[in-house]
């Protein structure tokens, strides 16, 4: 099993989590150009029937077996088709706003049946799923009004698709690679308040989780590597390697585990309010900094 990192600061809860983010991103705004192809460019009837006209004929279905990687399983196939996406948006805009060229929109978006192709392949997940895209549709366009998202100008497809991390050959990720670089970057970030800001729009808004939210998740995050790890251990006892890395990170669990739940605004700020104003961030910080640095020497 291998887990990975959606972005640099954010832990994310279970295995290729970035990549389906990504994945529903890209699927997403594909309908969504669609969408604002249509009322756009002002074609008559109903936006469900003209899309499903589309997707349904014959022609589509055998391009759609035919067309590698519409399923977005791989993070090359996120990047491939994220372009598509953007692209569509940028001569769409262009041609609305700009008076750009009607050519490259018919080209780009109206023409281009690998959009429709990922319309499709999404809109039969959706159907396997029970859902109907009526739903889908109205919560999506409602979710994206309250970011702004939801017209021509949103943030690129192939923005999330630089966040995901890099795959070994077989699309798997080295777990503990991307979790120490993205505790790093933790730490460098950790004198700033966690909040819902510290996720993609997106994530933020998939679910208004706050503060606490982001919290919880970094938590759970963090055990869910614990609980890996001690699986991996459990499975390859006796290896000389592994065995240094369990005791290592083993007598490092309370120093993580202090400096994760504690060393934040959000945290000073509870056990101020809650100690009469009378708690000293600076004496919480330096206290965290001396256990981090003991246990560094000892290790280094």
């Known amino acids: 099993m291998t887990v990975s990192i959606k ?13 389906e983010e990504a994945r529903n991103k890209i ?38 077996y035919g067309t590698i990687g519409c399923q977005l399983e791989e993070v090359s196939y ?3 088709f994220a372009r598509e996406v953007d692209d569509g948006y940028k001569f769409l805009r262009n041609y609305l706003i700009y008076d750009g060229s009607f050519d490259l929109v018919q080209m780009f978006v109206l023409k281009n049946e ?5 319309a499709k392949v999404f809109v039969e ?30 943030h690129p497809c192939s923005t999330i698709c630089t966040s995901l991390n890099k795959r070994n050959h077989d699309n798997s990720l080295d777990y503990l690679e991307a979790f120490y670089k993205q505790l790093k970057n933790l730490i460098n970030e950790k004198s700033s308040p966690i909040g819902a800001d510290a996720l993609s729009p997106d994530k933020r808004c ?64 509870k056990k101020y309010n809650s100690s009469g104003y009378d708690f000293e961030i600076i004496n919480e910080i330096r206290r965290l900094h001396n256990k981090v640095s003991a246990f560094r020497n000892k290790w280094s």
């Not at 150009?33 to 055998?62: C, D, H, M, P, Y």
């Open 125 to 154: 997940s959706l159907e396997s799923q029970g859902k109907t895209f009526e739903e889908w549709f109205e919560e999506t366009v409602n979710r994206l009004k309250q970011c702004g998202q939801e017209g021509l100008f949103r």
């Open 7 to 19: 972005q640099d600061d954010y832990l994310i809860l279970y295995e290729n989590e970035d990549l």
């Open 27 to 64: 699927y997403t705004d594909c309908i969504m150009l669609l969408w604002n192809a249509f009322t756009g460019l002002n074609i008559t009837g109903s936006f469900k029937v003209w899309l499903f006209q589309k997707i349904r004929s014959k022609e589509l279905t055998k391009l759609m």
């Open 206 to 269: 998939l679910a208004e989780i706050g503060e606490e939210g982001v919290r919880d998740n970094l938590q759970r995050g963090y055990l869910l590597l614990n609980n890996i790890l001690k699986q991996i251990y459990k499975e390859q006892q006796g290896t000389i390697a592994l065995y240094w890395i369990k005791d290592y990170l083993g007598k490092g669990e309370k120093v993580f585990k202090d400096v994760l739940c504690n060393h934040c605004t959000m945290e000073f700020n």
């Open 114 to 118: 690998t959009l429709f192709v990922l």
């Open 78 to 80: 996120c990047n491939e």
